[in-house]
Structure formats: C-alpha cells, structure tokens
C-alpha cells in the first residue's frame, strides 16, 4: 500500500521556522520525483517545491525561494521542507506529492503562521 505521510506543522510565529516531513512507503520512493503543494483556506493548491530522485535538482515558487529548502533522504524513503522567515501568507495545509508515472498524494499537515 502506497503511503506518504506529512508531519511537522504546526503553530508559529511570523519570522519563525519549522521543518515538514513526508514519510514515504509501498513503491521505489528513489525513482519518483517528490514535491510539496500547499492549499490556504478559499484557494487553489499550489505546487511550492520539487526535487528530482537523486535530489540534485530542485525548484520552488518564487514566493518562497530564499526562505525554504526541499531535500530528501533516500535511504529514509523521507522528503523534507525546511521553512525559515515564515510569513502569515504562508499559512496552508501542506501536502507531500510523488510523480513518476501518475501522482500520490499525502494527507496534508497544518502550518499556520500567526502571532
């Protein structure tokens, strides 16, 4: 069975940082392409980041490049989103994706950036 399971969200501060996870298992996690979308409250998902299988390559939205870094671990089946200078609009439920052929979603994990 296919699972990708984000966690690390949570509540903090404008400025703060916070490191999500994805734990990933059930197919050949080194092969896929990995990426993190988030979806903010009345808007559409949004593809943030993405790092390809041997994690030498990697892409982010304008909006979050400086502040954020997408890495991963194979040998961990993991994909990680660190996330520094976090900013209000940041706030999303931030999900973990795996593409080769088709797509795998996660359920999401909360990030809320708040005083």
């Known amino acids: 069975e296919v699972q990708l399971q984000a966690s690390g969200g949570g509540l903090v501060p404008p400025g703060g940082s916070l490191t999500l996870s994805c734990a990933a298992s059930?197919?050949?996690?080194?092969?896929?392409?990995m990426s993190w979308a988030r979806q903010a409250p009345g808007k559409e998902l949004e593809r943030v980041s993405h790092?390809?299988?041997?994690?030498?390559?990697?892409t982010y939205v304008d909006s979050v490049k400086g502040r954020f870094t997408i890495s991963r671990d194979n040998a961990k089946n993991t994909v990680y989103l660190q996330m520094n200078s976090l900013k209000p609009e940041d706030t999303a439920v931030y999900y973990c994706?795996?593409?080769?052929?088709?797509?795998?979603w996660g359920k999401g994990t909360q990030v809320t950036v708040s005083s």
């Open positions: 994706n795996a593409k080769r052929w088709g797509d795998y």
């Open positions: 790092i390809n299988p041997d994690g030498q390559y990697t």
């Open positions: 059930g197919f050949a996690f080194d092969i896929y392409y």
